[in-house]
């Protein structure tokens, strides 16, 4: 079973992002850029499922500009076997995306295709299931177990207040969540290697998608600046503050 894994390059989850003086977006000049967190843990599952005998192939697939190559080459150095970038300028939205990655899927006919349930820039949360509404196949998302029993995936997913195992018949759609594992470092030998591995570079036309966006971006805001906190004297001097200036109680 071949296992297609879909990463996307964001903002390193250590930098504090800033926002353009115009308010127009976030600000991505000179900025430390790496792979979104969700999609780290997807490559890792999609590893282990190889290393375990279950998958036999580990593909990935990023969309954007030629920056990308960069996180394709880190997932290669984790343990992927072979990289395609569809190569966009603008960063599409969403359902371009999900459409773009059906193309990929008819193409390669993974068994698996594993997302993150987020990407951390956008906080979107839908590709997935775009994904998997597109080629009408199951999904389970928010995965904190995937699990392959012959031509079936039982995945358990995080829900409010607990866990829900489903099983799903195969090709299926699985998106990750925090605690489905710990993804590993990448070791330099293995970096080297993956200077090696190949990286295919194809564009929307030739999977012949036109990539648009019904969404316009209007305005991006930092959040309000936390005001520094104050030592009390007393407990009493806490409640008088809690009960009169920040009135909680
Ligand atoms: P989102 O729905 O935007 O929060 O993203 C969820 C997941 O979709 C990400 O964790 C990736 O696995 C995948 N994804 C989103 N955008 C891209 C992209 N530009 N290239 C490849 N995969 C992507």
Redesign the pocket.
Known sequence: MKVL?????VIDYNVKVRVKADNSDVDLANVKMAL?P??EI?IEEAVRLKEAGTASEVVV????SKS?EEQIRTALALGVDRGIR?D?EE??D?LS?AKL?AKVVEKEAPGMV??????ID?????????LAALLDRPQGTFASEVKVEGDNVQVTREVDGGLQTVELAMPAIV??DLRLNEPRYASLPNIMKAKRKPLEVISPDDLGVTVSSNISLLRVEPPAERQSGIRVGSVDELVEKLRNEAKVI
């Open positions: 894994v879909a990463v996307k390059r979104n969700f999609c997807a697939v990023s969309i954007g990308c569809i966009t960063g599409p969403s995306v990655l594993i997302l993150g349930k987020q990407a956008s906080d979107n949360n839908q590709t997935g299931q775009m998106t990750t």
